[in-house]
Nanobody
Framework: VQLVESGGGLVQPGGSLRLSCAASGFTFSSYGMSWYRQAPGKERELVARISRAGGSTKYADSVKGRFTISRDNAKNTVNLQMNSLKPEDTAVYYC?????????WGQGTQVTVSS
């Protein structure tokens, strides 16, 4: 299983970023996918989750209405569209897959929201 994130960077408050995760090594369409984040000195937290076919999503309260998770099962990718970014969204963002009861993580991509 391999998960490779991209799309992080530095953005001003109120701006937008789109993160992508390219997955390989497993039957992507058979598993739900998630995005987590970890800020300095804090525990890793769930940001958003999407079901296998994309029909069901779940968000942390702190990002509801601002972030949108989506997936493309033909391309084996899962995306996180982040709008109205706030300084408190600054963190390393990780793509996650739970495959055969094992957690797999990407290397993470840094998102920094600052003026």
């Amino acid at each position: 299983v391999q998960l490779v994130e991209s799309g992080g960077g530095l953005v001003q408050p109120g701006g937008s970023l789109r993160l992508s995760c390219a997955a390989s090594g497993f039957t992507f369409s058979s598993y739900g996918m998630s995005w987590y984040r970890q800020a300095p000195g804090k525990e890793r937290e769930l940001v958003a989750r999407i079901s296998r076919a994309g029909g069901s999503t779940k968000y942390a309260d702190s990002v509801k209405g601002r972030f949108t998770i989506s997936r493309d099962n033909a391309k084996n990718t899962v995306n996180l569209q982040m709008n109205s970014l706030k300084p408190e969204d600054t963190a390393v963002y990780y793509c996650n897959a739970l495959v055969y009861s094992l957690n797999y993580w990407g290397q993470g991509t840094q998102v920094t929201v600052s003026s």
